[in-house]
């Protein structure tokens, strides 16, 4: 079957075959991997990705591209790939046992059953009404994932129990009208910076958000998880507040994040609807929509695809909101510090991801500070990550926000951490695996911030 045939069967599945549609479609779906040298491969799957028939996990790129394949779809779309390689057709193996590998290419199936692992996870929503969660009541915890509702309303407790340190600010609204919160967490003066005249330097700001896109919800539970340690005062922060204010955004993408609770967990662009006579699909990958060299390589005209770029640099009321907060604050904040929370893959990067030929000017000092934060990482749990920048290590992607921050912002260190794991959960990280990824991720941020030299004024 060619692929512009998968394309009219497959485009928009979700707004074609509705819920019932769609559950069918991931109760009988699995996660292969696709390991290869080929760029034939390579490129036959980026054009999959681009067109937005294949929910590839990640970009393709030649240290393993996982792509979502129902069971209906597997063969014909494994041909289709298999056919641009040597090899043709007849090399077609699909077993989780035995994979096809050979030189140059290597297939096999990482997740046999994503609809077991949706079940698997304790708290999640996929098969339950949003009315049966339980409010947080103020509280949160971390051996779960929460709903929207949940963390704002803890985010808006907390900002009435510490009005000292925490202003609870919103920055703007989403495609749907709900509020996009930044936490700013900052120590009152002390008594001795009270009483002098002159700061002996001045504190920098610290931006931190997560959940740009909706499934990667282990990034929530870290960024809340930061503020509470700084809130809390507890040791794992010591010392951070002396010289920083932080804002942090655990939702950055409220909509997607909304709708991957109540229908679609594996849902990741914001939820604009985009619809002409031809085609109705959902979704702006806010993570190309940010404005420095947007429209390169790496992210999708297609509206349907998983990573389309919006129709220009900032289109998107979520991303405006980010870009507009920041230029207002230009010249009472200082920015010392960028971290985006990504998963999966379990890597620390810097910016460019528009570009591989040119480095940031500061790479050897991002890459020094970033090395830091691994090492103190992997010191809590013993999780490996690796450094580099985002280009090299993964994929092109053009239109990050990472590379906005350092491009325009003008900031030095601005990394997108991808955390755990590197493909046996993927996006569905289990429960029980949130305490040590908040803990550890922390631990890294931290450090490297501490490594960040003073400025004096
Ligand atoms: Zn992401």
Not at 103 to 122: A, E, H, T, W
Not at 282 to 296: I, P, Q, S, T, Y
Not at 359 to 378: C, F, H, K, Q, S
Not at 431 to 447: C, F, H, K, L, Y
């Amino acid at each position: 079957m060619h692929i512009s045939t998968f394309a009219t069967k497959l485009i928009n599945r979700e707004s074609l075959t509705g819920r019932n549609g769609l559950a069918l479609f991931i109760n009988s779906s699995r996660v292969y991997r696709i390991v290869t040298n080929s760029s034939a491969v390579l490129s036959s799957l980026a054009e999959l990705y681009d067109s937005g028939i294949l929910d590839i996990w990640g970009m393709p790129s030649r240290t393993g591209t996982d792509i979502l394949i129902s069971s209906q779809e597997e063969e014909s779309i494994l041909m289709s790939i298999l056919s641009s390689t040597d090899r043709g057709k007849s090399d077609l193996m699909i077993n989780s046992s035995s994979p096809n590998s050979g030189d140059n290419f290597l297939l096999k199936v990482i997740i046999p059953n994503v609809k077991k692992l949706l079940d698997q996870q304790d708290q999640h929503q996929y098969n339950h009404p949003p009315s049966r969660v339980k409010s947080s009541g103020g509280f949160l915890t971390w051996n779960e994932y929460h709903p929207l509702e949940t963390i704002t309303e803890w985010m808006e407790n907390l900002a009435k129990f510490y009005p000292e340190t925490t202003t609870l600010i919103k920055i703007g609204e989403s495609w749907e009208g709900l509020p996009m919160h930044l936490m700013k967490i900052s120590a009152p003066p002390s008594e001795k910076e009270h009483n002098s005249t002159q700061k002996s330097f001045q504190k920098r700001g610290v931006f931190i958000d997560a959940t740009i896109h909706a499934r990667e919800w282990v990034t929530t539970s870290v960024a809340t998880w930061v503020i509470k340690e700084l809130v809390t005062d507890s040791p794992s922060g010591q010392g951070l507040l002396d010289r920083y204010d932080f804002y942090i955004a655990p939702i950055l993408n409220p909509d997607g994040y909304r709708h991957s609770w109540k229908l679609n967990r594996l849902w990741r662009k914001s939820r604009r609807s985009i619809s002409n006579w031809l085609i109705a699909c959902r979704g702006v990958d806010l993570n190309r929509n940010f404005g420095h060299e947007w429209g390169g390589q790496g992210a999708s005209r297609s509206s349907c695809s998983s990573s389309y770029r919006g129709n220009a640099a900032f289109s998107e009321p979520e991303t405006r909101a980010v870009k507009e907060w920041v230029e207002k604050m230009k010249g009472e904040v200082d920015w010392a510090a960028y971290f985006t929370l990504h998963s999966y893959g379990q890597k620390w990067m810097t910016p460019w991801g528009y570009t591989n030929t040119v480095l940031p000017r500061d790479y050897r000092e991002m890459i020094r500070v970033a090395r830091i934060g691994t090492r103190a990482l992997r010191a809590v749990h013993g999780t490996e990550y690796e450094v580099g920048s985002s280009s090299d290590m993964l994929y092109l992607a053009a239109g990050g926000s990472d590379d906005w921050w350092t491009g325009v912002v003008g900031v030095t260190y601005s990394y997108t951490l991808e955390l755990r794991d590197t493909g046996l959960w993927g996006f569905l990280l289990p429960s029980s695996q949130i305490q040590d990824t908040v803990e550890e991720t922390w631990a890294g941020i931290a450090a490297s911030l501490k490594a960040i030299p003073t400025r004096l004024v």
